[in-house]
């Protein structure tokens, strides 16, 4: 079955610096791969999703870069804000199929 | 615009009670709807999905039920609640098959 790996559970990190969270997956076809990030007390908001084609998904300045060989989709930005700090989760669809797998989730924690 | 509404915002309930949780979304025809579930610290975990008024796909059991009585609700129900069903509940919808799916706002239950 597909799953996703989320190695790191927790990420402290001092604003400013780069942002690196890690996401691989298994997958038996070609899937869809997603970022979501979810403050405390809200809900998982769509952050990045995956092309098809090598276009690099952008938004508020997060970029992933989804790597077939590797079976990877890490998030990254290049420097790390204050208002970044949330819970990211990285997710699964097989095209076909109505299920979204989703990661255990990584904490980043944005310090001054 | 689309909007997705939950009710009720939060519900404290005993064990062996039974429960109903609601989702609208309005600006959308016809859209993929889905259940979630995230107990305090845990993942995200799809528990039904439904593509079309009375049908109900669930993918994992939990001694819960869902049905669609309309095209825009989505309504998650048991009839005897237990200690493990508190967490934070999510639906959620999404057009495509296999596509990007958005969250409402959530249902914090905590049972007693």
């Known amino acids: 079955g597909d799953s996703v790996t989320q190695t790191e559970g927790l990420v402290t990190l001092t604003e400013g610096l780069p942002v690196m969270l890690n996401c691989t997956y298994q997958?038996?076809?070609?899937?869809?791969l997603f970022w979501y990030v979810q403050h405390l007390n809200e809900a998982p908001k769509l952050l990045l999703k995956?092309?098809?084609?090598?276009k690099r998904p952008e938004h508020q300045g997060f970029h992933a870069t989804l790597h077939k060989s590797s079976s990877s989709f890490h998030l990254q930005k290049s420097s790390a804000q204050l208002s970044d700090s949330a819970l990211y989760y990285c997710?699964?669809?097989?095209?076909?199929?109505?299920?979204?797998?989703f990661g255990q989730g990584t904490v980043l924690s944005v310090i001054p | 615009a689309q909007t997705i509404h939950q009710w009720p915002v939060a519900e404290i309930k005993a064990v062996g009670s039974p429960l109903s949780l609601g989702c609208t979304i309005k600006?959308?025809?016809?859209?993929?709807l889905y259940w979630y579930w995230q107990a305090t610290g845990g993942t995200l975990q799809q528990l039904f999905y439904?593509?079309?008024?009375?049908?109900v796909e669930s993918v994992v059991q939990l001694n819960l039920s869902a049905s669609r009585p309309k095209d825009d609700q989505f309504i998650l129900s048991t009839e005897k609640l237990l200690l493990s069903h508190s967490g934070f509940y999510l639906c959620?919808?999404?057009?495509?098959?296999?596509?990007?799916?958005?969250f409402g706002p959530g249902t914090r239950l905590t049972v007693l």
């Open positions: 439904s593509i079309t008024v009375g049908q």
């Open positions: 959620a919808w999404s057009l495509d098959w296999g596509g990007e799916q958005y």
């Open positions: 997710a699964l669809s097989e095209g076909g199929n109505n299920k979204l797998t």
């Open positions: 997958s038996t076809y070609s899937p869809f």
């Open positions: 995956s092309f098809t084609d090598n």
């Open positions: 600006g959308k025809s016809s859209p993929n």
